[in-house]
């Protein structure tokens, strides 16, 4: 069974769609994020979300807007895709927001053209 | 700031020699260090972590990692190399934030493993 799963794995789109994200946890963990991952493998966190309360908002353009309906879901939409949106999603997941293990998704390799 | 540091983009290595990656970091408190590892097309899967106590740690896969407090550093090492862990390593740090912690990842070191 996964732990953490993403969809879609992969998304290509063109320049000025919406398009989302979903992640879902089934470790009964309280605490999600999103990361992005950059052509570099340069890895930065987005958002952190704890029992459904966002408590990391990086500097991320407020086109990215995450929603967690509940603890086991986070999902990510982003409005009007650009060029530079392009990057691997990954989200992952802890027991609390404490610091511990991360556990990721597969990502989701997103490619705007 | 808080920041890691990997020095080596990329490194190669025979099988079954020794293997050094290496990581500083950079926070005014005691950190929470992390080593990560992501295979092509998968997550990233924890390696190790060292939180307290003894500064050498133990991981999955035969990986070890020593936290050197003066050093700012917390190299993963590995006495003998498989062809399976040629991969993206990656070392990370928790950090306290506005009331939280985040994670802020090394650029990670590409391992290529020469059979």
């Known amino acids: 069974d996964t732990a953490v799963s993403q969809t879609p794995k992969y998304l290509v789109t063109q320049m000025g769609n919406d398009k989302s994200i979903k992640c879902e946890q089934n470790?009964?963990?309280?605490?999600m994020y999103w990361y992005k991952q950059d052509s570099k493998k340069f890895l930065k966190i987005m958002f952190s979300?704890?029992?459904?309360?966002?408590?990391i908002n990086e500097t991320v353009p407020n086109r990215f807007s995450p929603k967690s309906p509940d603890k086991a879901h986070l999902n990510l939409h982003i409005n009007s895709l650009e060029l530079g949106d392009s990057a691997v999603y990954f989200c992952a997941s802890s027991q609390d927001s404490a610091p511990n293990e991360q556990f990721f998704g597969p990502g989701t390799r997103l490619t705007v053209l | 700031a808080q920041s890691v540091t990997q020095p080596d983009i990329h490194i190669t290595v025979s099988e079954g020699a020794s293997l050094e990656l290496r990581c500083n970091y950079s926070y005014g408190a005691t950190p929470y260090l992390f080593w990560y590892v992501q295979s092509p097309g998968q997550g990233l899967q924890l390696l190790l972590k060292y939180f307290s106590g003894d500064t050498l740690v133990q991981g999955i896969k035969g990986f070890e990692a020593e936290f050197k407090r003066s050093q700012s550093s917390f190299n993963l090492r590995k006495p003998s190399v498989h062809w399976s862990d040629a991969a993206e390593y990656f070392c990370?740090?928790?950090?306290?934030?506005?009331?939280?912690?985040?994670?802020?990842f090394g650029t990670g070191t590409r391992l290529k493993v020469l059979a």
């Open positions: 990370a740090v928790g950090a306290r934030g506005s009331g939280t912690y985040k994670y802020i």
């Open positions: 470790l009964g963990h309280d605490t």
């Open positions: 979300y704890n029992n459904k309360e966002l408590i």
